[in-house]
């Protein structure tokens, strides 16, 4: 087996448990844009052990399973933008979700003949001809290669049209937060991937006497390793997939009469409370606490904290004291034991202490002082 084959091969093994791990968190948690995600991981995935199988003669003595993933990477954008879209609005119907599907379904059911046929195909003889013999002369454009990364390429940019239009994108630029970041990566990772794919189908002949593997072989090699970009980015950053919607922050308080220098006064005004008079120490802190003493209504100090900070009020707050932590670590308190300093900076226990820790450094407490 080449090392090829083994770096496709672990590319796929590796999306599919994490895909399939999505799926499964999604009806625990009831984040449902992940469970689309985690379905467009296991297609890239599926994809990807079909190639692997090519490249083993897999198909050789296994006709009968020969392009069952392909029709899969037709539902990779469509799945993707459901998940973008519901990382603005999770109330996404059936319908709606059925519509943005529609065409991955009529790519599979245009398979099925195919999948028919291809018990009566001999070994040897080229089932995208073969197809045609039987009259089916749509088949042979279905399977060019250059229609799937084409047509996931115009939905893409049909969601970044998308964002343009809702002018959502110059928010992002003003506003950076993980999530923004992430969403944006992940699509323009997708489109140059897409017309890698294209490129590497295009030269392959060409550029094969030039180049030590086939460029073929590379857009493969490249997809294990988005794969593993994927499952590294969720665990340095657990709010990579965790129940944050970008699209609903950002114009949750569009027809607000709060203009920039009032956000940016009452915030000052929130950090003297909250920061230095270290009201965060507080375990019992709410955010009608804070809006009481400062006479201003609760909705408008969660959305300048929402807008000014990207948190919401019980993130600022651990954020806060997570900070306040870092400084006891630092000071080197022997003495100080972990369970005791959750409690002096406004922590109720242990365990909640330690998920805001990782949360805000992307470290443990105990990984964090072995840092130092």
């Not at 093994?13 to 791990?21: A, C, P, Q, R, S």
């Not at 919401?312 to 806060?320: G, S």
């Not at 330690?354 to 949360?359: S, T, V």
Request: charged share 15%.
């Amino acid at each position: 087996m080449s090392v090829t084959s083994i770096l496709i091969l672990f590319g796929a093994l590796h999306g599919i448990f994490l895909g399939i791990t999505l799926i499964i968190s999604s009806y625990r948690n009831e984040i449902k844009a992940n469970r689309y995600f985690g379905l467009m991981l296991v297609g890239l995935s599926a994809y990807l052990l079909e190639h692997f199988g090519v490249k083993t003669d897999f198909f050789v003595e296994h006709q009968k399973l020969m392009l069952l993933a392909y029709p899969s990477l037709f539902s990779i954008a469509p799945l993707f933008v459901i998940y973008f879209l519901m990382q603005g609005d999770n109330k996404l119907g059936r319908k709606q979700i059925l519509l943005i599907l529609s065409p991955a379904f009529l790519i599979y059911a245009l398979f099925i003949p195919f999948y028919n046929a291809n018990m009566s195909i001999e070994n040897g003889e080229c089932p995208f001809n073969t197809m045609a013999d039987f009259g089916l002369n749509y088949f042979v454009y279905l399977v060019n290669p250059y229609s799937f990364p084409v047509y996931s390429l115009i939905i893409l940019l049909g969601s970044l049209f998308y964002l343009s239009n809702q002018n959502i994108l110059n928010k992002i630029a003003n506003r950076i937060q993980t999530r923004s970041k992430w969403l944006l990566q992940i699509n323009v990772i997708l489109m140059v991937y897409f017309a890698l794919f294209s490129i590497g189908l295009f030269f392959n002949e060409s550029l094969a006497i030039y180049l030590p593997f086939s460029l073929y072989d590379g857009v493969f090699i490249l997809l294990s390793f988005i794969i593993h970009f994927i499952a590294y980015k969720a665990l340095i950053d657990p709010q990579t997939f965790s129940n944050v919607r970008l699209m609903k922050s950002l114009t949750k308080y569009e027809s607000s009469s709060l203009n920039n220098e009032m956000a940016k006064s009452l915030l000052s005004e929130i950090k003297e409370k909250v920061e230095n008079e270290r009201a965060y120490l507080r375990p019992d802190y709410s955010i009608q606490q804070l809006s009481d003493e400062l006479y201003i209504s609760r909705h408008k100090v969660s959305q300048v904290i929402n807008q000014e900070l990207g948190l919401t009020f019980r993130e600022y707050l651990n954020q806060c004291r997570v900070n306040e932590a870092v400084d006891h670590i630092k000071e080197n308190d022997s003495g100080l034991t972990m369970s005791r300093l959750a409690i002096d900076v406004g922590f109720n226990n242990k365990v909640s202490f330690y998920r805001a820790f990782k949360r805000h450094t992307k470290s443990s407490p105990s990984e964090f002082i072995d840092s130092l």
